[in-house]
């Protein structure tokens, strides 16, 4: 794929990778190279798997109807507006292969399966780079540049990946609203870290709102995630969407999530304190910078005298410690790194590895 640099991971999360080359449990491997809740899943979520095991001798329901309405409640809008999928990723599978564009926008830096997505569906990527002064997020003069393409499909983060910042909403609105007829995908897998409202509320006939419950809720190995947007194009979606695709414990846990407000809450507030202190102790560090975020990564720019991130992620490696290595996010540039936001513990203990292997 255009951009991708070789021999660098195309994602986070090789836990298991790293642990079975090292020769150790993965349950010693500190993989600070994916987002997920340092809090861990909900209070009581095991539990209900549990039980929820006794019934897989049945098949699941077909397309996750009563996680489907429960969602619909969840953002107040009719459950005709809703998809249901395995995992986000999956989504921008099924979204690409049934609006088969033939142009297509991606505001970089950005998540690499947007492009893999489109690549595979055959359409042509205007790569829009949006510049670091503006902590990657997407302004008006680069609305500008990547209409200039008429597009059929656009994606567009909000955080933005790897930075973490909140793209401006007014500058979102116009783009919108300056795209249609052209559907432009909002990408909010990690928006449930910030006290933001989402999007997926509202009613632009061109506006589809992707949204995550696998980060916020630390689900990954059970993938799940769901989309919202207007009836039409949801239908035109879920005719070309694979039946029994969420299996039966992820649609039981998605239920379960969606009533844990307290849980929410008390992710956000420790999230929100952990980023602060893993973003001192990592400024602190000679020739580190860091850039300002709202969710629960942080992306650091190292400059002399620090080391190179390729020598650092190497050492930090050797030592069971994953970070991600940020040369393949286009626009981002080989200095860079990103970090999870982890438990206050294991934070120190990133700071310290990296103290220590900084300078030698």
Known sequence: MAGKMPGLPEHGGRAFEVARRLGL??????????????????????????????????????????LRAALADHHAVEPSRVLVGNGST??????????????????????????????????????????????????????DQALKSEPDLIFVARPVSPGGALPDGAVL??????????????????????????????KDKNLIVTRSLTKFFALTGLRLGYLVGPSKLVARLNALDEPWSVNHLAQKAGLYCLDQAEYAARTRR??????????????ALPGAQV??????????????????????????EAEGILIRDCANFRGVGPNHFRVAVRREAENRRLVAAMRKRWID
Do not use: M
């Open 25 to 66: 449990p993965a349950a010693r491997i500190l993989d600070f190279s994916a987002n997920i809740n340092p809090l861990g899943p909900p209070p009581g979520l095991k539990r209900v798997v549990i039980r929820a095991l006794s019934e897989i001798g049945n098949y699941p329901e077909p397309h996750a109807e009563p």
């Open 270 to 283: 420790t999230v929100d304190r952990l980023r602060l202190r893993l973003a001192a102790g990592i400024e």
């Open 173 to 202: 609105a116009e783009l919108i609203k300056r795209a249609a007829p052209a559907v432009v995908v909002l990408d909010e897998a990690f928006l449930d870290f910030t006290p933001q409202k989402s999007w997926a509320g509202q």
């Open 90 to 143: 999956a989504l921008f599978y099924l979204l690409c292969r049934a609006l088969r564009p033939r142009r297509a926008v991606v505001f970089e830096p950005a998540f690499s399966e947007y492009a893999r997505a489109l690549t595979a569906a055959g359409a042509r990527i205007s790569r829009v780079v949006t510049h670091r002064g503006r902590l990657f997020c997407p302004d008006r003069p680069r609305i």
């Open 291 to 316: 850039y300002p975020a709202t969710a629960n990564y942080l992306l650091t720019r190292v400059d002399e005298p620090g080391p190179t991130v390729p020598k650092l992620a190497a050492r930090l």
